[in-house]
Every structure is written in structure tokens, then in C-alpha cells.
Nanobody, 122 residues
Framework: QVQLVESGGGLVQAGGSLRLSCTSSGRTFSTYHIAWFRQAPGKERDFVACITRSGDSTYSADSVKGLFTISRDNAKGLAILQMNSLKPQDTAVYYC???????????????WGQGTQVTVSS
């Protein structure tokens, strides 16, 4: 089992950057693939990016490809989502999740953080 805590959200102007962190308190962090999802009010939870347990492969949604970068440091139990060139449509609550499958489907991830709000003003 793994506990996840997100941080780093906030209010930023369009074109700005934010760095979201996902920290784990468990010793099994490296066992899991890690993904970021986001959910805007009234909308479904959407896939953003995923990184394999070893960190050797990453996957991103087309809408953020080349703008957002996912990374991890297993020794620190840390996953990062670096978000650049933010747009108002990126406004959402961002969640990190851990699972045993690489997937874009949130139902494949068993463990979730509480989420962090990202608001991008125009």
C-alpha cells in the first residue's frame, strides 16, 4: 500500500509554469506506476501523464505533450509534474495516482492523493 500527497498547486497566469509534487510515505513507491489525472468542475477525471515504475518510459495526453513533463525519484518517493505554458483550460484539481498497470484509465489505479488545485487565469 502507498499513501500519496500532492502539493505545488496554485494560481498562475496563462503562459506561466507550475511544478506539482507527489510524495509517498510508503516504502513500496517504486513498486507502482505513477500517473497524474485532472478534473475540472462538472467534468470527468482526465488522464494527463504516466511514468513507469522504473521511470524509463513516460506517456502524456496529446493536449499536454511537449508542455508537461512527468518524472520520478524512487529514492525520495517523489513524482513530479512540471507544467509549462499553462492555459486557462488547464484549470482543474490535479491528482496523482499509483497502480500496478500502465494505463490512461483512472479505474486502473488503486491509490490516490487528495488532489491539488491549479488555476490558470487569462
Amino acid at each position: 500500500q502507498v499513501q500519496l500527497v500532492e502539493s505545488g498547486g496554485g494560481l498562475v497566469q496563462a503562459g506561466g509554469s507550475l511544478r506539482l509534487s507527489c510524495t509517498s510515505s510508503g516504502r513500496t513507491f517504486s513498486t507502482y506506476h505513477i500517473a497524474w489525472f485532472r478534473q475540472a468542475p462538472g467534468k470527468e477525471r482526465d488522464f494527463v501523464a504516466c511514468i513507469t515504475r522504473s521511470g524509463d518510459s513516460t506517456y502524456s495526453a496529446d493536449s499536454v505533450k511537449g508542455l508537461f513533463t512527468i518524472s520520478r525519484d524512487n529514492a525520495k518517493g517523489l513524482a513530479i509534474l512540471q507544467m509549462n505554458s499553462l492555459k486557462p483550460q488547464d484549470t482543474a484539481v490535479y491528482y496523482c495516482a499509483a497502480g500496478l498497470q500502465v494505463s490512461r484509465n483512472p479505474s486502473r489505479f488503486s491509490f490516490w492523493g487528495q488532489g491539488t488545485q491549479v488555476t490558470v487565469s487569462s
